[in-house]
């Protein structure tokens, strides 16, 4: 086979249990695919069958003779055998490269043991021995969430060079929209692929579910019609008619409602209660500086906040930006300087470790410990407009998953009034549609003031209106917001150009047809025997299309093989045929009440 990986009818879990089935893809050299679906949906339990850390319940997952794969997983829990692999040893490969790997992912000491590690050291270390063998086939499964932007930029490059293949899970749109050039969502019992990046992918899909809405509900007009002739008309004068419509009707193959994989996760409601006004100063810093391990993070800054400020903290990893945040806020007393609040203030503060949550309550005991005055539904009901539902409501925090954690931390600091807003990396652990939510609310739905520590570009696009730049031992308050701050040090990549047609490769649900599409001929041109004939006619001719559509589609669902130029002109003849045979169900029932 011409490509590298080929993923053909993958399941994974029986019945109700069913995580996913029906996913078909292939990776050939230079294809680079994002793989997008909210928290929950499997992207990582796919990557881990494609990687064969898991044996799948349907399928197969086909590797090319010799391809060699590279996985990067999420969790950077340490195996017990590579406890005292230094880093130097696991940034070994092909290249005598290991030093400038180590100081590109911010670990310099390359004689330190993995044991010795943090958490974030040691997924940047797990990244970059995946990177440093260079395999054929890269599989990254949140691969910057500990980066800062500094190296999230330095990935992008070189995953842009990449000669080999690139399956990815990211929330970093900006990320996916730069590396990807196609993309893959993964739903329960769907599976479309597009030829596109992040972005222009939304707006595809968009188009899709909507023709393909139009589609079943037009298909189930025309069932409900004709089902209301047939029990008019089975027992009188029309007994023929009704009998030939009854024969159409189960002949019809019935159109599902497409799957909108987004549609759960899209109804967080983060909404921020109205707050008091603050003074128009907030916050008066003077010489804040902070030193950690004998080391300068940053010193001599001055700071003044006023009202309505957004302001974004950035710089590389262990430059000291949580620690300014911290400083900030009255959490760091010991570090250099003094912070001055203003008059009337009711400030929050969110951790990016989520330190504030207690593991051993459970989500609607961590809720009535702020709000005793809520009792158990009520704590339901609030936590439900963060995605935490059901039964998960009465679960222990301590078995939350990561973005679990991250929406029960935000329910909270939102219980009561905030006017000051301290959020380091507060879109961590959400998915796409949190992260855009939360970034929403925070532009238009948020009347306080905000000072936020992010390596997220567009939610800090979004978002902020000052830059704080920690780096090399200085703190730097710049005028502008984030994309002020980011414009000079990058240019904006140049617009993907798709190298196949602008419609996706997908594999249309049955029956699509477009709106609007109606029959040229009407039950008033003919009469009488013509009708009749017409209506023979249009029988055999449906009977035909139906053939070719069913065979086109199944085409559809096999492999592209890497053909995704073929798969999107196979696509677009069958969207044609389905168009025409629906012209034809249409003039079919109209005939059929024509007088004979």
Same mark, same amino acid.
């Given at each position: 086979?011409?490509? %590298? ?21 292939? %990776? ?29 319940? &349907? ?17 950077? *829990? ?22 400038a790997l180590a100081n590109r992912l911010g670990v310099t000491e390359l004689d330190r043991t993995l044991a010795s590690l943090s958490g974030g050291? =040691? ?14 086939? %890269? ?27 690139? /399956? ?56 409900? !019609? ?18 030939? =419509?009854?024969?159409?009707?189960? !002949? ?85 300087? $003094?912070? &001055? ?41 609030? /936590? ?9 409501? %009465? ?5 939350? $998953?990561?973005?679990? &954690?991250? =929406? ?30 939360? *970034? ?26 000052? #830059? ?20 000079? &040090?990058?240019?904006?990549? !140049?617009? $993907? ?23 040229? /001929? ?21 009977? #035909? ?24 002109? !196979?696509? *677009?003849? *069958? ?7 629906? $012209? ?13």
């Amino acid at each position: 086979m011409s490509h %590298l990986l080929q993923v053909d009818d993958l399941g994974f879990g029986y019945g109700a249990e069913a995580l996913f089935r029906g996913v078909a893809f292939s %990776l050939s050299r230079g294809d680079r695919m994002a793989l997008v679906a909210p928290n929950g949906a499997g992207k990582s339990t796919l990557l881990r069958l494609v990687a064969g850390e898991l044996v799948a319940d &349907r399928g197969r997952v086909v590797r090319r003779n010799g391809a060699t794969v590279g996985y990067f997983r999420q969790s950077h *829990e340490l195996d017990a055998r590579a406890a005292d692999t230094t880093v130097e040893q696991a940034l070994t490969g092909p290249h005598d490269d290991h030093l400038a790997l180590a100081n590109r992912l911010g670990v310099t000491e390359l004689d330190r043991t993995l044991a010795s590690l943090s958490g974030g050291e =040691r997924s940047r270390v797990g990244l970059g021995a995946v990177l440093a063998r260079e395999p054929d086939v %890269l599989l990254l499964d949140e691969p910057t969430n500990h980066l800062d932007l500094d190296t999230i930029g330095w990935l992008e490059e070189r995953l842009r060079a990449f000669g080999g293949a690139l /399956l990815v899970v990211s929330h970093d749109r900006r990320f996916l929209d730069r590396v990807t050039n196609h993309t893959a969502e993964l739903g329960a019992r769907t599976f479309r692929t597009y030829p596109v990046s992040y972005g222009r992918y939304v707006t595809m899909r968009a188009e899709d579910l909507a023709r393909e809405r139009a589609s079943v509900q037009r298909q189930q007009a025309l069932i409900d !019609k004709t089902e209301d002739f047939i029990r008019k008309n089975i027992a009188g004068q029309k007994t023929k008619q009704a009998q030939s =419509r009854r024969k159409m009707l189960d !002949k019809l193959e019935r159109q599902e409602r497409p799957e909108d994989v987004w549609a759960e996760a899209e109804k967080l409601r983060v909404r921020f209660p109205e707050c008091p006004r603050s003074g128009d100063i907030v916050l008066e810093g003077k010489g804040l500086g902070a030193v950690r391990g004998g080391r300068r993070l940053f010193g001599g800054l001055d700071l003044l906040v006023r009202r309505g400020d957004r302001i974004g903290i950035v710089g590389p990893n262990g430059a000291g930006k949580s620690t300014l945040l911290a400083l900030l806020a009255g959490l760091a007393r010991d570090d250099e300087g $003094s912070v &001055r609040t203003g008059t009337n203030l009711a400030a929050g503060y969110f951790d990016q470790h989520l330190g504030t949550l207690d593991p051993t309550r459970t989500a609607v005991e961590e809720i009535r410990s702020v709000r005793g005055d809520f009792n158990a539904d009520v704590a339901r009901q609030y /936590l439900a407009r963060f995605r935490i539902t059901g039964d998960d409501a %009465l679960r222990v925090i301590g078995g939350f $998953s990561g973005g679990e &954690r991250s =929406r029960l931390a935000l329910a909270k600091l939102l219980l009561e009034p905030r006017n000051l807003l301290f959020l380091d990396e507060p879109t961590n652990h959400l998915d796409i549609p949190a992260c855009e939510i939360l *970034e929403q609310a925070l532009a238009t739905g948020y009347e306080g003031t905000l000072i936020v520590v992010s390596h997220d570009r567009q939610f800090l696009e979004t978002v902020t209106n000052r #830059v704080i730049s920690v780096r090399a031992g200085r703190a730097e308050v710049l005028p502008g917001g984030f994309r002020d701050f980011a414009r000079p &040090r990058s240019a904006p990549p !140049k617009p $993907s150009r798709p190298a196949v047609p602008s419609r996706p490769p997908v594999r249309t649900p049955r029956g699509t047809a477009e709106p609007g599409r109606t029959s040229q /001929l009407g039950p008033e041109r003919l009469e009488g025997e013509g009708s009749e004939r017409r209506r023979e006619e249009l029988e055999r001719a449906i009977g #035909v299309a139906e053939g070719e559509i069913a065979a086109m589609r199944a085409e559809l669902a096999a492999d592209p093989g890497g053909d995704w130029a073929g798969i999107a002109q !196979k696509a *677009e003849r *069958e969207r044609a045929a389905s168009r025409k045979l629906e $012209s034809m169900l249409l003039e079919w029932t109209s005939l059929a009440g024509a007088p004979r």
